[in-house]
């Protein structure tokens, strides 16, 4: 029997669904299913995005984030390819043996840019 593969998805909050629909889909891969103005699933390979759209602004912070793993050779690049997308520079992480990189999409939102070894991958 074969293994299934992993799915999982994440709801974020957002008050400008098209431009979290275009911000996401470019960082990970994604396409919208549909075009929903309250609700909209970003799928992927190995899962899916959830936008839904705040009756009230989005303002606490740090109840999700992403992970986005690149090799260490390929940290830099992928964080001016963030950057280049709209992405905002928050720190570097204070963990010398753990050295990822946290940005915030265009909402505020946190996620970390996470170089890891093909045996963590």
């Known amino acids: 029997m074969a293994e299934a593969t992993p799915r999982w998805s994440m709801v974020i909050n957002c008050a400008d669904i098209d431009r979290m629909t275009e911000f996401w889909c470019a960082i990970l891969g994604l396409t919208p299913r549909g075009d929903g103005r309250e609700f909209r ?20 912070r740090h109840q999700m984030h992403v992970d986005i793993y690149c090799s260490p050779e390929e940290q830099e690049h992928e964080c001016d390819r963030v950057r280049g997308l709209g992405a905002t520079y928050i720190r570097d992480s204070a963990e010398p043996d753990d050295p990822f990189v946290v940005f915030a999409d265009p909402e505020g939102n946190e996620f970390c840019v996470c170089p890891v070894s093909d045996e963590r991958a």
């Open 41 to 60: 699933v970003l799928q992927g390979k190995y899962g899916m995005v959830a936008l839904q759209v705040a009756d009230d602004p989005v303002t606490y």
